[in-house]
């Protein structure tokens, strides 16, 4: 069964008092459910959450395909998601499965409970211009696409200082980590971030990281202790 969002479109799901379920049931195996956004279509989930009541979900789908077009909200998605071209994936609701970005940005704060392939793609947590948390509780692997991590103040924790990226899992890294400094953030000596964890093995490593402003970086892999992290010290470049 194929469920599609023409261009232009927005498909929204409101929860003003209640929980509302989009779900198709049935067509596993050879004849998969797919929610295929097409450009410039957009899908919201739970504009209003009330206190008691937990949002609005999507399930009963096996692949939910975003193509120059946009998945947010605070409820919950289950079922496999593509991000082609301009996607956005975003907000603060739990992804059950799995992500590919073959292009596009993954720029969710909270849970995603499956393996996440970053291809071409962009992973902002908790979207541009916020601190926000990922935790991903499956293997991350990237091989030509960014990580983001905004940094606030680096005095404070990860995740409430700067973005955090936390991986329940094995991780296979290439390509690019780059730091963002927001709300008038100035790195200082010393200024110590560990933006990057994971608890399983890891092949590879960041092949660049670099910054918008001028700073050079001491980086890290420290694995003797789990969960293992990626630690980044700071020295600013006169």
Known sequence: ???????????????????????????????????????????????INLPGFPGSEIIGIEQIILTNSDLSGIGNISGDITLNGT???????????????NDGTLSTSGLITGNVINQVGTITPGGAGAIGTIQIQGDFT???????IEVENAGLAAGTGYDLLEIIGDVTLGS???????????????????????????????????????????????????????????????
Do not use: C, K, M, W
Request: proline share 6%; charged share 10%.
């Open 142 to 148: 990237q091989t030509r696409g960014i990580v983001n």
């Open 87 to 101: 996607s956005n994936l975003s907000g603060s609701g739990s992804v059950t499965g799995n992500i590919t970005l």
């Open 176 to 238: 690019n980590l780059r730091l963002l400094p927001i709300n008038a953030y100035t790195p200082a000596d010393n200024d110590t971030l560990t933006p990057f964890t994971y608890t399983g093995v890891r092949t590879g490593v960041f092949s660049v990281i670099n910054s918008t402003t001028n700073t050079d970086f001491t980086d890290t892999y420290n694995e003797l202790t789990p969960p293992s992290n990626l630690t980044l010290v700071l020295n600013t470049v006169p």
């Open 1 to 47: 069964e194929l469920i599609g969002v023409g261009g232009g479109d927005t498909f929204r799901i409101n929860n003003a008092s209640a929980n509302t379920v989009f779900s198709v049931n049935g067509g596993a195996g050879t004849n998969p459910d797919i929610l295929d956004l097409t450009p410039n279509a957009s899908v919201e989930l739970d504009s």
